[in-house]
Every structure is written in structure tokens, then in C-alpha cells.
């Protein structure tokens, strides 16, 4: 079964460096935001669907940290993969605390994604 992933950025640029990035058969994008807002909009949307969300920490409209609090309180089950650009690292106890369940720093390799994801994905 395809892991269901939820792709939420700001930059359309990464976003469309990850869904290339996941181009094979083992994942599957359920859908993109380009904001927090968006972020738990879509989730709700596509629950039954999203295995997975890859979450900018630094959006406007509502960054990662608080869709990611508002998400979990939705569905505690839901894993979450915060990305954060380098030097950011201080945020990273800050994703923790809102319910990230792991985290990567971009720019970032594609094995180095998929190896978070599998990851998070299998406990």
C-alpha cells in the first residue's frame, strides 16, 4: 500500500522538488498547501486519505508549528516530518513540542527524505 502524503510549503519550488523526489510506487501525494491554513484545511479534506504530512516550519498563514498542534489535535495518529532550512535548528524543540514526529533539514538529498519517511512510517 502507497504511503499517502501531504506536501506543505510555501515555495513551490520545494514542493515540487518533493513530489519528484517521492516519484515512485511507494508513495502516493494526496495533496500540496502552500500555507499552515491551507495545511489543516486539506487535511481534513483528505484524512482518510494522508498517511503523512512533510511540514514547513516558516509560513505565513499559520507556520508548520501551529498547523502541525492544530492537525494533531484533529488526528494524533497522523505522522508529521517537519522541514526546516539550515539554521533553524532552534526550532526543531519547538516542532517536537507541537507533535512532530520527526524532522529534516533542506536542503536535503532525496535518499535522505525517503529514508525519514520510511522511518517514520514503520515506527
Known amino acids: 500500500m502507497k504511503t499517502g ?5 510555501d515555495s513551490e519550488f520545494m514542493r515540487q522538488r518533493v513530489k519528484s523526489a517521492l516519484a515512485d510506487d511507494q508513495y502516493r501525494i494526496v495533496a500540496e498547501a502552500p500555507n499552515g491554513a491551507w ?6 479534506e483528505n484524512a482518510e486519505e494522508v498517511d503523512l504530512i512533510l ?3 516558516v509560513m505565513r498563514k499559520a507556520n508548520g508549528l501551529k498547523a502541525t498542534a492544530a492537525i494533531k489535535k484533529l488526528d494524533d495518529d497522523v505522522r508529521v ?3 526546516t532550512s539550515v539554521g533553524q535548528r532552534q526550532k ?3 516542532a517536537a513540542r507541537a507533535g512532530a514526529d ?3 533539514t533542506k536542503p536535503f538529498e532525496d535518499e535522505e527524505l525517503t529514508e525519514a519517511i520510511d522511518g517514520v512510517v514503520t515506527g
Do not use: R, T
Not at 502524503?5 to 510549503?9: E, R
Open 92 to 94: 526543531i524543540q519547538l
Open 81 to 83: 516530518i517537519m522541514c
Open 39 to 44: 495545511a489543516i484545511q486539506k487535511y481534513k
Open 102 to 104: 520527526a524532522y529534516i
Open 55 to 57: 511540514m514547513d516550519i
Open 5 to 9: 502524503i501531504l506536501i506543505v510549503d
